[in-house]
């Protein structure tokens, strides 16, 4: 069963925010079934409840290119709406705070939140700004989808369980980013995003996402020309191969970690056991 439900009628093209549609905008969108587009958000539901809360839980997805994208448009959209929902492809969130910059990558299942600003809750500001790094696709979760899947709270409580795990997931990556050593802190992270989106090869781990040098930075505070010679020292060494568009992870993480640093330390044991084991 298809599960587009919109007629031509439904349909919405997003306009672009750039003067002139210098950055892509957000491709044609469409009403669509959320339990068919994210199964895994009915995973409480007994089959009798799915078919139930299935036409209720419709969101207006769209697509987006890879590129830089403007999303306050649509999270203004949201309202008291759980959010914006990833179901497919990978962004990175950029944090400018003064001359520097911090990234985060989110993916299929992560939702994404409007900024919540309290009264004297900060003292330094922010700015984000977002990147598509692949073709991705976006569901628009707004005040109407949040008043339709009331009877359903289970659909909630998924939501805010991949909420938690996106902020464990955030706090494995800053304790990444206080390792002293670069090259430690480059094979952590690739094994740590190798946990969410690599695959299993002969002899290791292939990371299939787009991952620049000045990206890999980002991610674990370094400026690029660093992380290009720690990546040159790490492929030297036989431990990870690649470029921007394919990483491949050699041997395993326990291996890797032993040839750099002692293995003894139980902290750098803490962050091998949050990583998870790749699909």
Known sequence: MKDDISTEQDRVVWQSPWPGGEAPAPRPSAHRYLLDVDPDLADELDVRMRLVARPAATALTLSVD???IDLSELLAAVGGGPGVLVVGGVLACHVHVG???A???VGPGDLIQPSCHL???ELVGCDLSWRSLTESRLALLDDGFAQR???WPQITAVLLRRAAHRTRSLNVQRAITAQPRLEVRLALLLWHLAGRWGRVEPGGVRLGIPLTHQLLGKLIG?????VSNALARLAQAGLVTGHGDEWHLHGSLDRQLAS???PDRSHVRRLVADASPPR
């Open 66 to 68: 890879p590129g830089e």
């Open 99 to 101: 001359d520097r910059i």
């Open 103 to 105: 990234a985060e990558l």
């Open 119 to 121: 009264a004297n809750d």
């Open 149 to 151: 899947v009331t009877p």
């Open 222 to 226: 370094a400026e690029r020309p660093s």
């Open 260 to 262: 750099m640093i002692e």
